[in-house]
């Protein structure tokens, strides 16, 4: 029989090319006939098109198509049976590895390495992936010790010999290795030959496990190899169809600039592909949208899911993507890693919330995940038990406490009856569309829990080590969701965009490293000892991704299709271009170059997003039962930043809430610094710095411990040795105070006064009074990290509004109507009001009253107390002023002004996400 190339021209796609050579011969009368024919097509989706478009033909004429086979390269070889499963074979060589490391010396030299079974597991995937590449191109690692150069033929040998075992240990179960079985059923096709003719349509870098085989079957059957590109380009094919690399690197292609698309950052080239999509679909108009990047088409995905439509994904996703993937991941994390970042995870799956509900009958999920923010943000947990201890020992988080103690029973279930229970309690949401890969995911999940739980039971494995099994099988398994007619388009990848036959197409991830493939540095296969053993490398993928870029080229209308290109990942992390965008004569390279770096790169905007409704923000209005009767006097400077911030926060509620705290936040920081301090309150008359030092450090420790328990991050520890580096420092400025005759008569105490109907709240850290003048100082502890004047964080002369907080006149003005209250009984000159050359003022009994921070900040050398200066540089009197704005405030708060927001930027500010499409999206509360 014969092996024949037959070339079929630029100008035709891969689809119709292929539907023509199936069906010649047939004259629309009975069934298309196939059955002796084993065709082999690029991919998995190239077959499903082929299928698709032959029924097609096929129901025109009333009849239908015969066919047996139309099968990838990697499935051209079938598995025999008998084989051992990828589980069982990834345990035993990880099992090997684990007990012969030792002998190893040339593969694992390190020594020092803290060896277990999770750590083998993982040497053991990488070398299961080696040994697939050898296999693919017909190699074993015995094949290749004579191929590499003398220095690594030691290590080449050790691997040999580490496959020899495995095969043996296989062996001895009465199994075979998948691999070493492919490799003899090439060479041992079925006999009596299934096929006469066996048709490779269009794929263009057939490996040589699959070489072997069309060569076995040329003995019983013809082999053709349909090549796209005409007759005249022969010479630049070997004789399986495989671009030949010295013929394609340097030529140029056929592209126009203007096919051309540079866009500044992979997030605005997915959007400008979902808008393009959402308008194709919404026209009826064919375009074909090819994502090589499977992380790119999930972006892409989840993107159109935005707009309530899916994507079809053909190529498949990895299975730890979807949400049954993710659930059983982070279930199997927290089993054993128990940590923070695990648990979190698990409780923020909607399919464990499901669960948690009916489990513990809440409502929803919302008292939950606030606590369980809360709780982080608070404590900085870093472990399981240290999250229940902390949801446990509090008083806010209840729900989180009960939720933890559920898990902690189901610790000890099997993965099967886990999950078994757990979705049983799921409810599909009936606002979302359905999940269109939840059936294949769960399925294949299951598959994938039996077959490793088998592997794991023949093997003795226990039960970590079974769970770590369960784990590494999961990350290269992928699923693959039935076609969705509904869906508002698909993405396929770079090697069936030739299958395509619309005429507009874009080609997406137009980047180096994606198309083309490209390896740097493989530590086993580099580029060398691939072409050394006949393994596909950079040098071929950059051939065969020319050659067919120059197809799609060729049989599409002019600027038909266009090459897309992000500068940067959504990560920031810079991209380079792919080769095959520079693929120009030496001529228009520095123009092209200029294209690719020296322009503005396009970004996504308004106009080119999506025609979508705008959604906006309309908050309910405000009902007079709701106006505020107190506020605490920090609320003031929220107010006097933006009105429309205040009323989210201070009338609705409405606060930020998440667990993405790594280290002590700025409000829990001060408040360990006020309660450390609280405790001079108890030795007030005491001087010496050494003891008043050795008291607050000893404070600190014990709230720390109580906080953040006996093993807090690294961060907080960081965090913990600053505060106690300015709480000493505080200690040097307090027991100079008292010397010099200070004392403090109130610690963090709450008070309240009235001012115009309002009822205003202050916990004041510190009041001092001076034991000889009489002198009050009211004291707020500032541990910002530069150290604050009190009159510059309050007071902006040059500012439209002036007053920018109003807390410590506010501090001021409460001390003075309590004391005021106090002292009714006196005469009136003794109770009359006097001020200072400082423009501080003299108590009803007389004693002047100061206001000012203590600062505590990160350069402890500017640790020190300092006073409000309340004189004008005309000497007016501001403090007057700031309580003539404090009314203001009550007035507009009274009054329900909380609009219009403020058009500059807030520090610190937790309504940031509501402004992020523009102010123009936020309605004035209770206006539609």
Not at 164 to 171: A, F, M
Not at 442 to 468: F, H, M, N, P, Y
Not at 567 to 576: C, E, I, M, T
Not at 595 to 615: Q, V
């Amino acid at each position: 029989m014969t092996i024949a190339r037959h070339f079929h021209g630029w100008t035709t796609s891969s689809l119709p090319a292929a539907v023509e050579i199936l069906t010649r011969g047939w004259k629309g009368q009975g069934p298309i006939d196939l059955r002796d024919s084993l065709i082999v097509v690029p991919t998995r989706h190239a077959g499903r098109r082929l299928r698709a478009e032959l029924a097609r033909i096929a129901a025109q004429k009333g009849t239908a198509v015969l066919t047996n086979s139309i099968v990838t390269p990697e499935h051209l070889v079938p598995l025999p049976p008998g084989v051992a499963n990828d589980s069982l074979v990834l345990a035993l060589l990880a099992r090997r590895l684990l007990g012969q490391h030792e002998k190893l010396p040339t593969l694992f030299p390190a020594k020092g390495t803290q060896w277990d079974f999770t750590f083998a597991l993982g040497l053991a995937a990488q070398l299961q992936d080696v040994r697939r590449q050898l296999n693919e191109a017909d190699r074993s690692a015995a094949d290749i010790v004579s191929l590499v150069p003398e220095e690594e033929r030691d290590r080449w040998s050790e691997i040999a010999q580490l496959e020899k075992g495995l095969v043996q240990d296989i062996s001895r179960l009465g199994l075979k290795d998948p691999l070493v079985a492919r490799r003899e059923a090439a060479r041992r096709p079925a006999d009596p030959a299934p096929y006469s003719r066996i048709i490779a349509l269009f794929v263009p870098d057939l490996p040589a496990l699959a070489v072997r085989m069309l060569q076995a079957m040329s003995a019983t059957g013809s082999v053709e190899l349909h090549i796209l590109a005409p007759e005249s380009e022969a010479a630049r094919f070997d004789e399986w169809g495989r671009p030949l690399p010295d013929r394609w690197e340097n030529e140029p292609l056929p592209l126009d600039d203007r096919q051309i698309h540079v866009f500044e950052q992979a997030p605005d080239e997915t959007e400008a592909l979902a808008s393009l999509l959402i308008q194709a679909n919404h026209h009826k108009q064919a375009l074909t949208v090819c994502t090589p990047d499977p992380g790119n088409a999930q972006a892409l995905a989840r993107r159109l899911q935005i707009d309530g439509l899916s994507l079809y994904l053909p190529n498949g996703v990895p299975i730890a993507s979807t949400a049954p993937g993710r659930l059983l991941s982070a279930w199997l994390a927290l089993l054993r890693q128990r940590d923070y970042a695990s648990t979190a995870a698990f409780l923020r799956h909607p399919d464990a919330q499901d669960w948690l509900g009916i489990r513990l009958e809440l409502e929803d999920a919302n008292a939950l995940l606030s606590q369980l923010d809360q709780c982080q943000t608070k404590h900085l947990p870093t472990a399981f038990d240290d999250l229940l201890r902390f949801a446990k020992q509090g008083k806010g988080y209840p729900v989180l406490a009960r939720s933890l103690e559920e898990l902690k029973k189901h610790f000890a279930d099997s993965v099967p009856v886990f999950l078994a229970d757990l979705y049983d309690c799921r409810k599909p949401s009936s606002a979302l569309p359905p999940d269109p890969l939840f059936a294949e995911a769960a399925k294949s999940l299951a598959d994938l829990v039996q077959t490793t739980g088998e592997s794991a039971q023949v093997l003795g494995l226990d039960r970590e080590d079974s769970i770590d099994l369960l784990r590494t099988a999961m990350a290269t398994e992928m699923v693959f969701p039935k076609p969705n007619p509904s869906a508002a388009g698909e993405t396929i990848g770079w090697l069936e965009v030739q299958w395509e036959t619309s005429p507009a197409v874009l080609l997406a991830d137009m980047r180096e490293g994606i198309v083309p493939e490209t390896r740097i540095g493989d530590a086993f296969l580099p580029d060398s000892l691939r072409a050394k053993a006949g393994i596909a490398g950079n040098r071929e993928w950059f051939a065969r991704d020319l050659f067919l870029a120059r197809t799609l080229l060729a049989s599409h209308p002019p600027e038909g299709v266009r090459f897309l290109y992000s500068r940067r990942a959504a990560n920031q992390d810079p991209q380079l271009p792919s080769r095959i965008l520079l693929a120009c004569p030496d001529n228009e390279l520095p123009k092209r170059v200029e294209l690719m770096f020296g322009r503005p790169g396009l970004r996504a905007t308004a106009d080119a997003a999506p025609a979508s409704p705008i959604l906006p923000i309309v908050p309910p209005a405000c009902k007079p039962e709701r106006i505020p009767k107190s506020l605490s006097v920090t609320a003031f400077k929220a107010y006097l930043a933006c009105p429309f911030r205040f009323y989210l926060a201070q009338v609705l509620g409405m606060k930020s809430e998440d667990d993405s705290a790594r280290e002590i936040d700025i409000m829990e920081f001060g408040t360990l610094a006020h309660d450390a301090l609280r405790i001079l309150k108890k030795h007030e008359a005491l001087d010496d710095e050494a003891e008043i030092q050795s008291l607050l450090l000893a404070e600190l420790d014990r709230l720390a411990q109580t906080q953040f328990g006996p093993r807090p991050s690294f961060a907080a520890i960081v965090q913990l040795e600053s505060l106690r580096q300015r709480l000493s420092a505080a200690a040097k400025i307090h027991a100079a105070a008292v010397r010099e005759g200070w004392r403090i008569i109130s610690a963090e105490e709450k008070f309240e006064a009235e001012l115009d109907g309002m009822i205003l709240r202050a916990r004041i850290d510190r009041i001092d009074r001076h034991l000889e003048s009489g002198r009050i100082r009211i004291l707020d502890y500032k541990t910002s990290d530069g150290g604050e004047s009190p009159i510059k964080t309050h007071f902006r002369p040059n500012s439209e509004e002036r007053w920018v907080d109003l807390q410590l006149p506010l501090y001021r003005f409460i001390y003075e109507q309590l004391h005021l209250r106090a002292s009714r009984s006196l005469p009136p000159c003794a109770a009359g009001e006097q001020k200072s050359a400082s423009g501080d003022a003299r108590s009803p009994g007389g004693a002047i009253i100061a206001v000012g921070y203590f600062n505590l900040p990160k350069a402890t050398g500017k640790t020190g107390i300092v006073e409000m200066d309340l004189r004008g540089k005309a000497g007016e009197d501001l403090y007057a002023d700031a309580i003539a704005k404090a009314r203001e405030v009550i007035a507009g708060i009274q009054a329900g002004q909380f609009w219009p927001p403020t058009d500059k930027a807030i520090r610190f500010d937790d309504f940031e996400p509501l402004f992020a499409g523009g102010g123009s999206l936020i309605r004035e509360p209770g206006k539609p």
